[in-house]
């Protein structure tokens, strides 16, 4: 079955440092790759995301992510996080062949980070 | 400005007294998704409407259901509550084609945080 899978569910840094949150999948098909973002308190909201193209994706916030096939990868990077980056973090797969239409979600990582 | 909503924020509920949460969009999407998250989980789908058609979820209890009357508008129903069914209810959208591929990014909704007592 697909899967994907986030390595760390718990990440604690320090302001101005820099981040790599990994995410893989196991599909080798065609996918779409997305991170969502879940702050305190607050709803699930789209960082970045990936459908064709330059495999290197900007998003809000800083945040950028890099798609290397080869490594079934999608991991989440930036340079300098800052407290207000404290968050659950949620890589999610789209699987595009056939009908399909769900997201296959990673399990999260949460990032806190001290001021 | 083209959102999600979800109504009531918050709810409480007996053990076993049925409620029904709401989601209302005004993004136009074809599709909506009904989700329930426990803390510091993931996302679980349990049922999702391409336009009309129901899709279940294979591990979605029967003591979920679900209505949408039009485009805007999903239901969810719990009708029989459990302890084990409290947690946040996330309500999404997307707009996805005939083959279910394009671009269909999921939208969010604040959340239905459900409380059994």
């Known amino acids: 079955a697909q899967s994907v899978s986030q390595h760390n569910h718990h990440v604690i840094l320090s302001e101005a440092a820099s981040l790599e949150l990994g995410c893989n999948y196991s599909?080798?098909?065609?996918?779409?790759l997305f991170w969502y973002v879940q702050y305190p308190g607050q709803h699930l909201q789209l960082l970045l995301k990936y459908f064709s193209g330059d495999p290197l994706v900007k998003g809000i916030k800083g945040f950028e992510a890099e798609f290397i096939k080869s490594k079934f990868s999608f991991n989440l990077r930036k340079p300098s996080v800052q407290w207000s980056d404290t968050a659950e973090y949620f890589c999610?797969?789209?699987?595009?062949?056939?009908?399909?239409?769900?997201?296959?979600w990673g399990l999260g990582t949460s990032l806190a980070v001290n001021p | 400005d083209a959102m999600v909503i979800q109504n009531p924020r918050y709810q409480v509920t007996q053990f076993g007294k049925p409620v029904t949460l709401s989601c209302s969009q005004t993004l136009n999407h074809n599709v909506m998704y009904w989700y329930q998250q426990k803390s510091s989980q993931a996302p679980k789908l349990l049922f999702h409407?391409?336009?009309?058609?129901?899709?279940n979820e294979a591990d979605t209890p029967d003591n979920f259901q679900s209505r949408r009357p039009n485009t805007s508008f999903c239901f969810l129903d719990i009708r029989s509550p459990g302890l084990g069914d409290a947690a946040m209810y996330l309500c999404a959208t997307s707009r996805d084609g005939l083959a279910g591929g394009g671009y269909n990014e999921q939208f969010f909704g604040p959340g239905t945080r459900l409380t059994v007592l």
């Open positions: 599909y080798g098909g065609t996918v779409n």
């Open positions: 409407y391409y336009d009309k058609d129901f899709n």
């Open positions: 999610a797969v789209k699987l595009t062949a056939g009908n399909n239409r769900k997201l296959i």
